[in-house]
């Protein structure tokens, strides 16, 4: 049962315009959101966060937002780069009792950005 | 750059043997994960450690173990690999936690025949 989902394999963008990856989440327990970016044959790099307190987080051209409601969240990335391209995963973790749970990472969406 | 260093980085072995994979760190964090990265599943924890000899498993923890010795280094062992295996694996550190930001390795490709 998949907890963390990223339901688009991919996306494709035209450079200058904005790219908006989704992820939906099913535990309601989660309190912390992760994005990590994935270059071929690299390891995943630490992109950007939010906790549950937030819903918004902003870093320069990446803005997360969290909609705990419908348990959701989307990063945006404005304006898109062709360096931009890679596979981006959602992650999440629990906070219980007061013990920060593991990250459950979601499949990840494959972001093109076309020159 | 975080310095993570996994050895092998590529690796083919026969179903059966035991494989062990390196994750050598120098930043001195309390924590390291091993991940799988499959197709179609994203990254999935095998297990994780939380100080020298502290260990624990992850969601996907069956036929494999580790060790932590030291500080810096984080051992994953296939007792006797499977094709199941066959993966792309990830070490991973962190200073308080997976909560916060974490730093992977730049892999290991497995390959089980």
């Known amino acids: 049962d998949q907890q963390v989902k990223q339901n688009s394999p991919s996306l494709s963008v035209q450079e200058g315009r904005i790219s908006i990856l989704n992820c939906d989440y099913t535990?309601?327990?989660?309190?912390?959101f992760l994005w990590y970016k994935k270059y071929p044959a690299e390891g995943p790099t630490f992109l950007i966060s939010?906790?549950?307190?937030?819903d918004k987080n902003e870093d320069g051209r990446f803005t997360v937002f969290l909609n705990k409601s419908a348990k959701h969240l989307s990063l945006h990335i404005v304006p898109s780069q062709p360096g931009d391209s890679a596979v981006y995963f959602c992650?999440?973790?629990?906070?219980?009792?007061?013990?920060?749970?593991?990250?459950?990472f979601g499949k990840g969406t494959k972001l093109s950005v076309k020159p | 750059d975080a310095g993570i260093t996994q050895s092998p980085r590529h690796k083919v072995t026969e179903t059966g043997t035991p494989v062990t994979l390196r994750c050598h760190q120098t930043?001195?964090?309390?924590?390291m994960y091993w991940y799988r990265q499959d197709p179609g599943h994203g990254l999935r924890l095998i297990h994780y450690?939380?100080?020298?000899?502290?260990?624990d498993k992850g969601e996907v923890s069956d036929g494999y173990s580790v060790s932590r010795s030291k500080t810096e280094d984080f051992l994953l062992t296939l007792e006797s690999a499977t094709s199941s295996q066959t993966s792309v694996y990830f070490c991973?550190?962190?200073?308080?936690?997976?909560?916060?930001?974490?730093?992977f390795g730049q892999g290991t490709r497995l390959t089980v025949v």
């Open positions: 450690s939380y100080g020298v000899k502290d260990t």
């Open positions: 939010i906790s549950s307190i937030k």
């Open positions: 930043e001195n964090h309390r924590y």
């Open positions: 992650a999440a973790s629990a906070n219980y009792g007061g013990s920060q749970g593991n990250l459950i």
């Open positions: 535990n309601s327990m989660f309190d912390y």
């Open positions: 991973a550190i962190s200073r308080t936690g997976m909560n916060t930001e974490a730093f």
